[in-house]
C-alpha cells in the first residue's frame, strides 16, 4: 500500500541569473517502501538498507525517497522541497508494521546482515511469489517470518519429555489392557 505526499506549490525561489522569481507547481508523489526500491538503494550504494537507521545520510536517504517513487519522471528538484512535515509522514511509513500478525521471536538477534537478495533468497526458498516485492516492506518481511515458523521441523524433546510420555503411554495400555507389566 502506497502512501501519497504533497507538496505545495512555491513561488519564492529566487533564480540570480534571471533576476526573478520562480514558482514552482505542487506535486503529489506516490511512494512504496517495498523490498524492489531496496534493492535499488543498495545497488546504488553497495552496502545493507537494513539494519542500523543512522547509517545513512539525508543525501542517501532522499535517494531511498527517490527509488521509493512510483510515478516516473518526477523532477529532481522536488525531493529538496519535502518538509519536516513529509520526512516525518514518509518515515513514519517505513516503520509501520502494515500487519496485525505477531510472530514469537526466540529473543536472540541475529547477527546475519539482511540485504535485499537474501530477502529474495527466503522468498524463494519459501515459494512466495515475486509480486509481493511490491508490498510493504515490514508486511512482507512478516510472510516470511510466518512461512519460516510455519515450515520450522518440530523441536526434539529431551530424555526427561521422552521418557515421561512414554511412562504415560505404557500406563495408558496397562489401564486400558488391565495388564500389570
Not at 12 to 29: G, N, Y
Not at 74 to 98: A, F, G, K, T
Request: proline share 6%; glycine share 4%; hydrophobic share 35%.
Amino acid at each position: 500500500m502506497p502512501i501519497t505526499i504533497h507538496i505545495p506549490k512555491t513561488d519564492d525561489l529566487w533564480d540570480p541569473i534571471k533576476e526573478e522569481f520562480i514558482t514552482q507547481p505542487a506535486v503529489t508523489l506516490q511512494l512504496e517502501h517495498s523490498l524492489l526500491s531496496i534493492s535499488k538503494w543498495e545497488a546504488k550504494y553497495h552496502r545493507p538498507f537494513l539494519g542500523k537507521k543512522d547509517n545513512k545520510t539525508g543525501e542517501e536517504m532522499l535517494d531511498y525517497i527517490r527509488m521509493m517513487t512510483i510515478a516516473p519522471k518526477v523532477s529532481p528538484e522536488v525531493y529538496y522541497r519535502l518538509s519536516q512535515e513529509n520526512m516525518d509522514e514518509i518515515m513514519h511509513y517505513v516503520e509501520n508494521p502494515m500487519t496485525a500478525t505477531t510472530v514469537r521471536e526466540n529473543g536472540t538477534p541475529s547477527r546475519e546482515i539482511v540485504t535485499s537478495e537474501l530477502i529474495y533468497y527466503w522468498m524463494i526458498s519459501l515459494g512466495i511469489p515475486f509480486e509481493c516485492q511490491k508490498w510493504h516492506l515490514n508486511r512482507l518481511m512478516m510472510l516470511i517470518r510466518v512461512c519460516s515458523a510455519k515450515n520450522a521441523k518440530p523441536r526434539k524433546m529431551s530424555k526427561g519429555e521422552i521418557h515421561r510420555r512414554n511412562s504415560a503411554l505404557n500406563a495408558a495400555r496397562r489401564a486400558q489392557l488391565h495388564s500389570t507389566g
